[in-house]
């Protein structure tokens, strides 16, 4: 049943999980690379994700096959938790500074249809996973590639005109009374 519980709704949840991390970043003023603490959950949503494919998955059909729980999985689980907790606290706490290499004028929000895809990709893609019978984040990578191209011209249209921009020229003088 545990096999089953992994396959069905953790392994899709794990990619709905990062997905919507990544969009809430690209959508909002918080960045991807703005603060140190976006960065660290960044980090340890994308080891969480791998491990638990990689490492626990594996273990979880092994200890299925002999009914019993390995220390590996026990321990697997248990950091698992811990820097789940650690995710929640840093999304309230927000401690530490920007990064250096933080851009200085705060980026804009996203459109509204940012976040409706935002919400609509990750359940297209559940249902088609599903469907499928394994995690199928297709729509959800398609939609950050969107949201990427998106964001930067955003930034492109809200930068501040320079000298050589046609929009920075004087504008013409009042009629002299």
Same mark, same amino acid.
């Given at each position: 049943?545990?096999?089953?519980?992994?396959?069905?709704?953790?392994?899709?949840?794990?990619?709905?999980?990062?997905?919507?991390?990544?969009?809430?970043?690209?959508?909002?003023?918080?960045?991807?690379?703005?603060?140190?603490?976006?960065?660290?959950?960044?980090?340890?949503?994308?080891?969480?994700?791998?491990?638990?494919?990689?490492?626990?998955?594996?273990?979880?059909?092994?200890?299925?096959?002999?009914?019993?729980?390995?220390?590996?999985?026990? #321990? %697997?689980?248990? @950091?698992? &938790?811990?820097? *789940?907790?650690?995710?929640?606290? =840093?999304?309230?706490?927000?401690? /530490?500074? !920007?990064?250096?290499?933080?851009?200085?004028?705060?980026?804009?929000?996203?459109?509204?249809?940012?976040?409706?895809?935002?919400?609509?990709?990750?359940?297209?893609?559940?249902?088609?996973?599903?469907? #499928? %019978?394994?995690? @199928?984040? &297709?729509?959800? *990578?398609?939609?950050?590639?969107? =949201?990427?191209?998106?964001?930067? /011209?955003? !930034?492109?249209?809200?930068?501040?005109?320079?000298?050589?921009?046609?929009?920075?020229?004087?504008?013409?003088?009042?009629?002299?009374?």
């Amino acid at each position: 049943m545990a096999d089953r519980l992994d396959s069905v709704l953790l392994a899709p949840m794990a990619n709905v999980s990062a997905f919507t991390g990544l969009v809430l970043a690209g959508a909002t003023a918080w960045g991807y690379f703005r603060h140190c603490w976006v960065l660290t959950k960044f980090a340890l949503t994308f080891i969480q994700l791998y491990a638990g494919i990689f490492l626990l998955s594996p273990a979880l059909r092994e200890s299925a096959d002999t009914a019993t729980a390995t220390g590996l999985q026990i #321990a %697997g689980a248990s @950091l698992m &938790a811990s820097a *789940l907790s650690f995710q929640a606290w =840093l999304s309230i706490a927000k401690p /530490g500074k !920007r990064t250096p290499w933080s851009p200085a004028p705060k980026p804009p929000t996203a459109p509204t249809w940012v976040f409706v895809a935002g919400v609509a990709a990750p359940a297209v893609d559940v249902g088609a996973g599903l469907a #499928a %019978g394994y995690p @199928l984040p &297709a729509l959800s *990578l398609v939609t950050l590639i969107v =949201l990427g191209l998106e964001r930067r /011209g955003r !930034r492109r249209r809200d930068r501040p005109p320079t000298a050589r921009s046609p929009r920075s020229a004087p504008a013409a003088s009042p009629p002299a009374v």
